[in-house]
């Protein structure tokens, strides 16, 4: 509903009135839809002002350090529920009742094995293949499984594809996992949690029995549900594009899996380990943030800086203390976490990361977590992607029960040549 208007003038001349309009939280947005029509485009790279949908999903005050889900806060969530609880609730809208959970989890269990036919596909990568090239194909090949079931106009068929998403991508993670490091794929155990049933199909060996720690299980769950959406960043948005044209949302997981990659989004946390054995021992930390520091220098502290959040990550918040409560409760002893654990005091105390307001977000203690409990470094971004389908999924769903719903088509400020004369090859 439109509240206010803004008014465009251009040198003092009045160009259009354009509405203002109001979510129930947040900044309140210029409706610039019929700028076009006057000759003008909006120029926003990188999407610094620019809202791209309406969504009733997550809301983010970056500036407050807020996050929830649904209207529910983040800590809540991650405290007080398991990650299939904010699966139902991302997905509906509402907290389940005790009997909706017991039959929405029951639905996700029964949907965790995969076509026999699908594991043929891991034999074509080579085992050197990084997992998350294999999560990228592999999903999207998923699509050609269930061809009679892939009308997205059909809301239990967009329901059951969802369910299939989530129940089905910790199976193909752990396939990943396994494929590359030479052992025979796991199939899930309906007797766990999802949680349990990931751990149990990443560590588990014919030879002997795994059990599974309780402690691991639970900080896994959380890293799961501090990943389970965050409103239209890059690799959501991707989603939102992919499936604005209509494709199969196999499809569009693939390519959100594949927005998801890149270091300065979910591939932060690999990279941030890395970064980490490239300062190896403590001696180095100082070097490293006069890096960090330096103008002339591209090198950034991965795990730091976060677009939206300029006080604090309030998913870093639980994640930090999940962090230091895994590592006191296993008492594990790293020098890498030690080099962690320095560059997050001088993070905390140097002026440049305090007046940048560049704090430890949620990839930096999630992947000290998960090098604590033995998740190999190049599984950590496939743990995000896993994490992150239902938020995509949700995204996805929500799109396209939208009235009026159009293709995303931005525009562009054309810089190029213009009007050139074509020479023919024979005469250049
Ligand atoms: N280390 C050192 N300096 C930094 C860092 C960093 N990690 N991040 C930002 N800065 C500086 C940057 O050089 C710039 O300085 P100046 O104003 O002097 O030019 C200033 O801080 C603002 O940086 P920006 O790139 O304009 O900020 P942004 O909001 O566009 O970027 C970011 C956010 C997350 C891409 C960035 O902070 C970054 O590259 N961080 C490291 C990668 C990382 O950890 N990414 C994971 C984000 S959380 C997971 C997710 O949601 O996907």
């Known amino acids: 509903m439109a509240e206010s208007k803004a008014t465009l003038s251009i040198d003092g001349n009045v160009v259009t009135d354009l509405p203002i309009l109001k979510g129930t939280a947040g900044f309140d947005v210029i409706d610039i839809r019929t700028l076009g029509s006057k000759g003008y485009f909006t120029y926003d790279p990188g999407f610094l002002a620019t809202a ?3 969504s009733a ?3 983010i005050d970056g500036g407050k350090g807020v996050l929830q889900h649904r209207g529910y806060a983040i800590d809540d969530l991650a405290k007080k529920a398991d990650y299939l609880e904010v699966c139902y609730i991302l997905l509906n809208g509402d907290a389940p009742t005790k009997s909706q959970y017991d039959a929405f989890k029951k639905i ?6 995969v076509h026999e036919k699908l594991a043929h596909f891991f034999q074509g990568f080579l085992p050197d293949a990084h997992p998350m090239a294999m999560v990228c194909a592999v999903v999207g090949a998923l699509s050609s499984f269930y061809h009679s079931d892939l009308d ?5 068929q967009r329901t059951r594809s969802a369910h299939r998403l989530i129940a089905k991508m910790p199976t193909i993670a752990a396939m990943a996992y396994k494929y590359s490091i030479g052992q025979p794929f796991v199939y899930p155990r309906n007797d766990l949690s999802y949680a349990e049933n990931f751990l149990h199909m990443m560590f588990s060996v014919p030879a002997e029995e795994y059990k599974v720690s309780p402690t691991i299980a639970s900080a896994m769950d959380r890293i799961f549900t501090l990943h389970a959406d965050h409103e239209q960043n ?3 948005s991707t989603v ?6 209509g494709a199969n949302p196999y499809a569009c997981i693939a390519a959100g899996v594949a927005s998801l990659w890149g270091p300065a989004h979910g591939g932060a946390n690999e990279a941030c380990l890395t970064m980490l054995e490239e300062i190896g021992t403590l001696d180095r930390v100082d070097e490293y943030v006069a890096k960090a520091k330096d103008k002339s220098d591209s090198f950034r502290l991965m795990g730091f800086g976060h677009r939206v959040y300029k006080n604090f990550d ?11 409560e895994v590592l006191s409760e296993l008492g594990i002893k790293d020098p890498l976490l030690d080099v962690a654990m320095a560059l997050e005091k001088v993070a905390l105390e140097d002026p440049y990361f305090i007046e940048k307001k560049l704090y430890p977000n949620v990839d930096f203690y999630s992947g000290i977590i998960l090098k604590a409990i033995g998740i190999p470094t190049s599984m950590f971004t496939v743990i995000f992607a896993m994490s992150r389908t239902v938020g995509w999924i949700s995204h996805w769903d929500e799109m396209l029960s939208q009235p009026g719903q159009k293709i995303g088509r931005p525009r562009q400020k054309y810089t190029g040549e213009i009007d050139r004369k074509f020479i023919p090859l024979k005469d250049r």
């Open 152 to 156: 997205i106009d059909d809301q239990a």
């Open 57 to 59: 999903i997550t809301f």
């Open 314 to 324: 309030p998913r870093a918040t639980v994640m930090r203390e999940t962090c230091h």
């Open 108 to 113: 996700i269990t029964n949907h965790t094995m």
């Open 52 to 54: 791209s949908c309406e």
């Open 240 to 245: 939102r594009l992919a499936g604005s044209s």
């Open 234 to 236: 890059a690799s959501t």
